[in-house]
């Protein structure tokens, strides 16, 4: 099932025109958060909920061609489970090595078993419909699970040009040598977003060893969105969070920290 991808929404941010695209032997130049391809990639990722364009036993991902500021890309998103509860009850904390991009690192690089399975399934279905359309830069995204393959696709992908990588609500992917190996090709031009009563990007655990990748744009409670917040900031506004949740009697309650998760406040909190 094909869907119309969004168009890019009136008045919106202009595009940063002249950045290149990344590629297996460059470094990305730092780009500046981008709120109209922000906006495309959160409708977008709504959209794929609905249907997608290439689907597999294990991902589903929508795939359409987009102009923004004159320029045009390919729009590439994929979609997240529609089950997170259940994806949180089974999820499992394995890692598996993988090889790295930068193939002279001594670290060594792991992902989540889970993502894996999902990208590698996807993974060649996606490039063979791609290569059916026009040969320009690649914008790569998703909601929940959605953005943490559309994470390790733009990590694993070097025939396709990765213009940028924006993702919502994604849990982390990977350990501390897939941070620094992906950091090194494309940190500056990945951006998450993260919502502050999410609970899905602080899975899986931070304590066994995972680590997200990228920028991270934090929206905090009743604030403007901040990058790469310091911790202080990150715990001042978890606790004003626990005072709402405490006084609405919603503390604890996971239902409700998942309706955070949902896309659409995503969407919402992007204007």
Not at 16 to 35: E, R
Not at 86 to 99: G, N, P
Request: hydrophobic share 40%.
């Amino acid at each position: 099932m094909s869907e119309t991808l969004p168009t890019p929404t009136s008045g919106a941010a202009p595009y940063s025109a002249g950045v290149p695209a990344t590629g297996i032997d460059s470094t990305p130049v730092p780009v500046a958060f981008d709120l109209a391809i922000a906006r495309l990639c959160a409708q977008a990722s709504a959209q794929a909920y609905n249907g997608a364009t290439v689907e597999t036993s294990l991902a589903h991902a929508l795939i359409g061609q987009v102009t923004i500021g004159g320029l045009s890309f390919i729009l590439l998103v994929f979609r997240g489970t529609k089950s997170i509860r259940d994806w949180i009850t089974d999820l499992k904390f394995s890692r598996r090595q993988i090889v790295p991009r930068f193939l002279q690192t001594n670290e060594v690089v792991a992902v989540h078993e889970g993502f894996d399975e999902a990208m590698t399934d996807i993974y060649v279905p996606v490039l063979s419909y791609i290569k059916t359309l026009p040969s320009v830069p690649v914008i790569v995204g998703g909601h929940s699970l959605g953005g943490a393959i559309a994470m390790e696709f733009a990590y694993r992908c070097t025939s396709l040009p990765i213009h940028r990588v924006y993702t919502f609500g994604q849990p982390r992917i990977g350990n501390a040598g897939f941070r620094a190996d992906y950091n090194r090709f494309l940190g500056e031009i990945t951006f998450r977003m993260v919502n502050e009563e999410d609970l899905v990007p602080r899975l899986p655990l931070w304590l066994v060893g995972n680590r997200h990748a990228g920028r991270e744009i934090f929206f905090p409670v009743g604030g403007a969105p901040r990058e790469n917040a310091p911790l202080w900031f990150k715990l001042a506004s978890d606790a004003e969070g626990f005072y709402r949740a405490y006084h609405s009697r919603r503390l604890l309650c996971v239902d409700e920290e998942l309706v955070d998760h949902h896309v659409d406040n995503y969407v919402r909190r992007l204007g």
